[in-house]
């Protein structure tokens, strides 16, 4: 992202505009290379949101970032997930007084 006086704008959506086309309203961009700091107007194109949620990885693991068991997952009201053994944890360190 950058700024342009005081209006913000993100990088591949401006370089895909003024190198390649304008986004058509409804459209968003879709990182083809997988990259999302690219900026190459070859590696975006514009697409819709369902397209790109369909052309979008899923990503199955069996650990958390911190190599603990998925059986350890939860997930929140949110629908967000979390790891059981960071969530208990992180409580433990915040008890104690350590950061």
Request: glycine content about 8%; overall charge positive; charged content about 25%.
């Given at each position: ?58 990503v199955t693991s ?38």
């Amino acid at each position: 992202m950058f700024s342009i006086g005081r209006r913000t704008i993100m990088a591949h959506r401006y370089f895909y505009e003024v190198l390649k086309a304008v986004i058509p309203v409804g459209h968003e961009i879709d990182h083809l290379c997988r990259i999302t700091s690219c900026v190459n107007p070859s590696h975006l194109e514009a697409v819709t949101h369902a397209e790109n949620m369909r052309r979008t990885p899923r990503v199955t693991s069996s650990e958390c970032k911190y190599g603990h068991a998925l059986d350890g997952v939860r997930t929140r009201k949110d629908g967000g997930r979390y790891c059981k053994v960071c969530n208990l944890q992180n409580k433990r360190r915040q008890r104690s007084g350590k950061q």
